[in-house]
């Protein structure tokens, strides 16, 4: 491993107390550091090319259930918008035996947009165009899946050659704790936060156009809009304030189109802003860079080549132990248990298999006939024909259909109290369970018509009882199907759902109504609907309180 290579990254040497390995990772060197725990270049243990940024966390925070929480989502957000406007999520995972929680992402070779401004000056007018034009996709890709950032700002936008990319979804503090500072709930910068979530706690996609555009003026003259500072003078320029006058001349005189774009971004109300697909369009009509200016691109490929060093380099102590096919593959997203071990391909020689299938055949088929003989020639029972269907009822386990996919059951869902799970009422006839987990009405095995003896009576099936009408919390709220614990604080299509079923129920979520913010009224009304139900009455929306909301009583 070249360390010239290494020092390029901005990697530090390892030290005794560094982990030897995180997961399938072997750590190269230290990125970063912060109160929330540290950041690893690594590569994977088994000599795969390629180079990982892994984010530890601090062992006493691992073990806190709201934190890790919290670290879910991250991961999950990752998974939901994808490169290139985040970096891959390659992983996450738990060492029980180290007390390691750790998240492994894509190391995106780049500088960060505040060390770019300040190390290699400000933006010109194309390359601010060029940032415009991939922040406003990367925010575009965001409000596609519900996602808000909520710290918008120049250390959280990656520069490479290829582009822009938004980065630290949830725990920025891994990396630049120092930046992070909190006013009454609200977590953040102060120079880069909205109007409207320092007036009341909303934050949005309109919420996010507003950091947005503080980040390209900062981009463009090294200064946020509203003062650089992090003490309360600056929140209440950015709360009630219009743009630091000097500072946007600087903007109009590089580029007066952008400046009446970011000008517009800035609107304290947030229904008057540009969309994420606005910020395209206005790209798309101005001429961009198609590389960064000097120095900053030279900067950009020192970094490139380094990567391609290190990603192709051996790693330093290790031996490649492990084929391809034997790496443990932890997998992608939230979950934090034991490693996923990769499928491993059958062996068993073609020929006996191919005589177990001809034995099994022949054994399925004499089963058939002894079945139908069975069916044609026992007696009638009272008031019923032979061969028709019994009608097979299921117990309401609580988890009616909540999404437009259809996903009508979640694993792993808890039962309200008093309610079964998928039970069936024994009424002498089998029941099948669907593919989503409900059970579907059977009939008793009726013969098939080319299997019967001339003259013999045709069996008929009778029609089951209809479905009755799903109550309209059910059919008309299709918002979210998952069980992920919802409570006060949080905002978003968890949140939406929640509402939307407690409206329909004839709750009141306050005068904002369904709005996706989890507020007191909506808090109180939970609780109300949890005393009605029988449930522990804490106002947190978990696996018990979905089941019951969804139930169809």
Request: proline residues 9%; aromatic residues 6%; contains cysteine.
């Amino acid at each position: 491993m070249s360390d010239a290579a290494l020092a390029e990254t901005c990697a530090r040497l390892l030290r005794p107390a560094d982990p030897v390995r995180i997961g399938p990772y072997v750590p190269l060197g230290l990125l970063g550091s912060g109160g929330m725990g540290r950041v690893y270049l690594a590569r994977y243990g088994d000599g795969t090319p390629g180079l990982a940024a892994v984010k530890v966390v601090r062992p006493e925070l691992a073990e806190d259930v709201r934190f890790r929480r919290r670290f879910e989502r991250e991961a999950t957000v990752h998974a939901r918008v994808g490169a290139p406007y985040t970096p891959e999520l390659f992983g996450t995972g738990f060492e029980a035996d180290s007390e390691l929680l750790w998240m492994a992402t894509a190391y995106l070779p780049g500088l960060n947009l505040a060390d770019a401004v300040r190390d290699c000056g400000v933006l010109e007018p194309a390359g601010a165009w060029r940032l415009v034009a991939d922040l406003g996709r990367a925010l575009g890709a965001l409000a596609a899946v519900g996602i808000v950032h909520r710290d918008f700002k120049p250390s959280n936008v990656l520069l490479t050659r290829q582009g822009a990319h938004v980065i630290d979804f949830g725990i920025a503090q891994a990396v630049d704790s120092s930046a992070i500072t909190t006013t009454g709930s609200r977590v953040g910068t102060p120079a880069f936060m909205s109007p409207e979530y320092l007036r009341d706690g909303r934050c949005d996609t309109a919420s996010d156009v507003f950091c947005f555009a503080s980040t390209v003026v900062h981009a463009l003259t090294g200064h946020a809009p509203f003062g650089d500072g992090t003490g309360m003078d600056v929140l209440h320029r950015v709360a009630s304030e219009q743009p630091n006058a000097e500072v946007m001349a600087r903007v109009a005189t590089a580029d007066p189109a952008l400046a009446a774009l970011l000008t517009a971004c800035l609107n304290k109300d947030p229904a008057l802003r540009p969309g994420p697909q606005d910020l395209i369009d206005a790209a798309a009509a101005h001429p961009r860079a198609t590389s960064w200016q000097e120095p900053l691109d030279g900067r950009l490929m020192a970094r490139q080549q380094a990567y391609d060093v290190l990603r192709n380099s051996p790693v330093r102590g290790e031996q490649a132990q492990q084929t391809p096919t034997q790496r443990v593959v932890y997998p992608a997203g939230p979950g934090f248990g034991p490693p996923v071990p990769p499928p491993v391909t059958p062996t068993a020689p073609v020929r006996p298999r191919r005589k177990r299938y001809v034995a099994l055949t022949a054994v399925l088929a004499v089963c058939a006939v002894a079945v139908t003989a069975f069916l044609l020639t026992r007696p009638s029972s009272s008031g019923a024909t032979t061969g028709a269907a019994a009608t097979v009822t299921t117990a309401d386990d609580g988890a009616g259909p909540s999404s437009a996919s259809g996903n009508a059951n979640e694993k792993g869902r808890e039962k309200p109290r008093g309610q079964g799970q998928g039970q069936l009422v024994d009424t002498g006839a089998s029941a099948t369970p669907s593919p989503s987990g409900n059970s579907t009405q059977s009939t008793s095995p009726t013969p098939h018509p080319t299997s019967t003896t001339p003259g013999a009576p045709t069996p008929t099936v009778s029609k089951s009882t209809a479905a009755p009408t799903k109550p309209p919390w059910l059919t008309d709220c299709t918002y979210y199907s998952g069980t992920e614990q919802t409570e006060l604080g949080d905002r978003g299509q968890r949140v939406v759902q929640v509402q939307c079923m407690l409206t329909k129920r004839g709750y009141s979520v306050g005068s904002s109504g369904v709005d996706g913010d989890f507020g007191k009224a909506t808090d109180a009304a939970v609780r109300s609907f949890q005393s009605d139900k029988g449930l522990e009455v804490d106002g947190q929306v978990g696996p018990k309180t979905w089941a019951a909301l969804r139930s169809s009583t």
